[in-house]
């Protein structure tokens, strides 16, 4: 099982950032795909999952609104896009497969 994600990225506030996940090693279809993130000096905080067989989708209440998650499955791709960032969005995004494998990770810096 690989999780593979997309590289760094900066953005100004009020931007929107968009990362990719691409799995390979397993059916896509058959286990959801987590999205969690690592802020500088703070914990892990899950922010929502799909379902990449029908793309339905659970969002933590703090990102309701301003996350989106979708997942390709012509490419066993998955994705975040998160807009309207802020500074406290500056953190290491990850992706999750059947809550054992991760992506490397994404860092994304939100800084004007």
């Known amino acids: 099982v690989q999780l593979v994600q997309s590289g760094a990225e900066l953005r100004n506030p009020g931007a929107s950032v968009k990362v990719s996940c691409k799995a390979s090693?397993?059916?896509?279809?058959?286990?959801?795909i987590d999205w969690v993130r690592q802020a500088p000096g703070q914990g892990l905080e899950w922010m929502g999952r799909?379902?990449?067989?029908?793309?339905?989708?659970k969002y933590a209440q703090k990102f309701q609104g301003r996350v989106t998650f979708t997942a390709d499955t012509s490419t066993t791709t998955a994705y975040v896009e998160l807009s309207s960032l802020k500074p406290e969005d500056t953190a290491v995004y990850y992706c999750?497969?059947?809550?054992?494998?991760w992506g490397q990770g994404t860092q994304v810096t939100v800084s004007s």
């Open positions: 090693g397993y059916t896509f279809t058959s286990y959801y």
């Open positions: 799909i379902d990449p067989v029908d793309g339905h989708t």
């Open positions: 999750n497969a059947m809550g054992a494998y």
